[in-house]
């Protein structure tokens, strides 16, 4: 990616231009796709895609709760790291919690919806939220290291995979399933890079971990005592 002269006398222009760009390029992908997109699927399917995306964004702030921001407060890796294993322990909880939830009660959540058609997409969302809050966490780990350019790059490579795999599937005639299945391709791309670029900077390394920290954060967590995280952005 390579930048303009004036981008480049200012470091944090920079910084900000690169993670545009990533975010911009990706959001052209899906404009130039929209037209091809938009008649190889049904109104409808439509419809329920937007219910299901509602339901998914409102579940992946929930699951989270936000403390992939406190990521970035600590002065040190040491004290960083721990927050990345505990934000996944978050995230591995939650959706095995909404799992169990839409295995039992489905029907009744596609109706409270006032959607039928999205119950058997249902079971798909704890996958989705899995992979969509493990993204946050990647990314804000990366910001932390600043490596605006491997989060660029990957937001492309996310919105270029549900692309082309909406458009092919969607020539098979596959309905609100090409809609799913593409979402999670971007998805699981996205965080398979992210994934990879975190490992490269040592994110998951147990030597740069504080446990007691993370015993101390887990125990915060249940008494409701580490909300000075939740509330940042």
């Known amino acids: 990616m390579k930048l303009p002269a004036f981008v480049k006398r200012s470091e ?17 992908i899906a404009l130039f796709a929209s037209p091809i997109v938009s008649r190889l699927y049904t109104p409808e399917s439509f419809g329920v895609l937007a219910i299901y995306m509602t339901t998914l964004n409102m579940l992946s702030v929930v699951s989270i709760g936000r403390y992939q ?7 040190n ?22 799992c169990v939830v839409v295995i039992f009660f489905n029907k009744h959540i596609s109706l409270l919806l006032n959607s039928p058609q999205l119950r058997v997409w249902l079971y798909t969302i704890p996958f989705a939220l899995f992979f969509t ?3 946050q966490v990647f990314i804000s780990w990366l910001l932390r290291k600043k490596r605006y350019r491997s989060i ?11 692309s082309i ?26 965080t398979v890079g992210l994934l990879w ?3 490269n900077t040592r ?21 409701s005592h580490f909300s000075q995280f939740q509330g940042i952005g």
Not at 152 to 158: F, G, L, Q, V
Not at 203 to 223: E, G, P, V, W
Request: charged share 10%; proline share 2%.
């Open 165 to 190: 795999s909406k458009i092919s599937i969607g020539f098979l005639g596959a309905g609100m399933a090409g809609h799913v299945i593409s979402l999670l391709i971007g998805y699981i791309v996205g």
């Open 197 to 199: 670029n975190s490992w």
């Open 152 to 162: 660029a790059y990957c937001r492309i490579y996310s919105a270029a995979s549900s």
């Open 69 to 75: 921001h406190a990521v970035l407060l600590p002065k």
């Open 133 to 135: 809050s493990s993204m």
């Open 203 to 223: 994110a998951f390394d147990k030597t740069n971990i504080n446990f007691s920290l993370l015993k101390k954060m887990q125990l915060n967590i249940r008494t």
């Open 77 to 98: 890796d040491k004290e960083s790291t721990p927050i990345v294993y505990l934000c996944f322990i978050i995230i591995s909880t939650f959706s095995i919690v909404s």
């Open 12 to 28: 944090f222009i920079q910084n900000v231009f690169v993670l545009m760009s990533g975010t911009a390029i990706a959001t052209v």
